[in-house]
């Protein structure tokens, strides 16, 4: 089992920044990759991005690419996710989560770990 404890959340301006922190636990050497999802009441939980731990290789949904970005540190087993330019349509639960499905990990069913989550509150 991997654990998951997402941090950094919190309420910032439209137009601002906000760093989240994902501390990965346990059996880490099972996770080929780390990512983010988000929900926001009354949608779906989607994708946000992702890395994987050896090489790096990122991904990002294209609502986010150019604003977000996503690292690892693999010392401390922690990704982060940098976002810049925050608008109102960011606001949701972010999720962190591990897995280890072959392919390229932009799927909800690729990821079998998941943390609880942090709120994103943007305000405008």
């Known amino acids: 089992q991997v654990q998951l404890v997402e941090s950094g959340g919190g309420l910032v301006q439209a137009g601002g920044s906000l760093r989240l922190s994902c501390a990965a636990s346990?059996?880490?050497?099972?996770?080929?990759?780390m990512g983010w999802f988000r929900q926001a009441p009354g949608k779906e939980r989607e994708f946000v991005a992702s890395?994987?731990?050896?090489?790096?290789?990122?991904y990002y949904a294209d609502s986010v690419k150019g604003r977000f970005t996503i690292s690892r540190d693999n010392v401390r087993n922690t990704v982060f996710l940098q976002m810049n330019r925050l608008k109102a349509g960011d606001t949701a639960v972010y999720y962190c989560?591990?897995?280890?499905?072959?392919?390229?990990?932009?799927?909800?069913?690729?990821?079998?770990?998941w943390g609880r989550g942090t709120q994103v509150t943007v305000s405008s």
């Open positions: 890395i994987t731990w050896r090489a790096g290789n990122t």
């Open positions: 989560a591990a897995g280890s499905a072959i392919g390229v990990p932009t799927t909800e069913s690729a990821f079998g770990s």
């Open positions: 346990g059996r880490t050497f099972s996770s080929r990759f």
